[in-house]
């Protein structure tokens, strides 16, 4: 089973939005999918309880216990996170984990939040190591503007863990998670083009598991 922990210190930051993008790709896959959701907001939990009728099924479970519930023959295991959360806190989480995502925002105000949050990361046992592998995903971006690519920039020079993908800022993550769907729940060309920003998250992903 991969199973791939999303975690921020950052509030907003897009974590669910990683979870539940993830969820309903491996699910049109055919992948046996589950969601733990760990932040009391339970976001990526409702999300799974809203997936409609005729589109591929994911399991939401809630809470830390929720891990315990997991059917034996799940493939894919994406846990969300509350935001805030400690090193300390998120322990048991990154022992459960194959690999951990952490969305960064393009902001002065969110990369010096994230960078303490990442030196944390870089301190787990596992981690340093190399046992437990971290990468970043550039999240609500506008790849035509000197304000992205700074932030970038700077995450991949201040930070030892590797930008793996760099998601344009779009309405339609927030429309379709009203409707418990994702991007790879539709087959249109405009969609098609959102769904290349994901494919260098997606190899990596692959990669690691």
């Not at 939990?45 to 997936?51: D, E, F, Q």
């Not at 930070?159 to 998601?167: G, I, K, Q, R, Y």
Request: glycine share 8%.
């Amino acid at each position: 089973m991969l199973t791939v922990l999303v975690a921020c210190s950052k509030g907003g930051c897009g974590k669910s939005t990683l979870v539940t993008q993830l969820a309903s790709h491996w699910a049109q896959e055919g992948k046996r999918t589950a969601i733990v959701d760990t932040d009391r907001q339970g976001s990526s939990y409702h999300w799974a309880m809203l997936r409609p009728e005729g589109t591929p099924g994911v399991l939401g479970l809630e809470g830390r216990r929720g891990l315990q519930k997991l059917p034996p023959d799940t493939e894919r295991l994406l846990i969300d996170t509350p935001a805030g959360s400690s090193e300390r806190e998120l322990e048991p989480l990154l022992e459960a984990a194959s690999a951990v995502l952490v969305p960064v925002l393009p902001s002065s105000f969110d990369l010096h939040a994230t960078l303490g949050f990442l030196d944390q990361l870089a301190l787990v046992p596992r981690i340093r190591r190399g046992k437990l592998p971290v990468a970043l995903v550039g999240n609500r971006l506008k790849p035509w503007t000197h304000a992205s690519q700074d932030a970038l920039a700077q995450l991949a020079e201040a930070s030892a863990f590797p930008v793996v993908a760099e998601l344009r800022d779009s309405q339609a993550y927030v429309l379709l998670t009203a409707l418990g769907k994702g991007i790879f729940d539709y087959h249109s060309e405009q969609v098609r083009s959102q769904q290349q920003d994901w494919l260098p998250l997606l190899r990596w992903l692959k990669r690691q598991h």
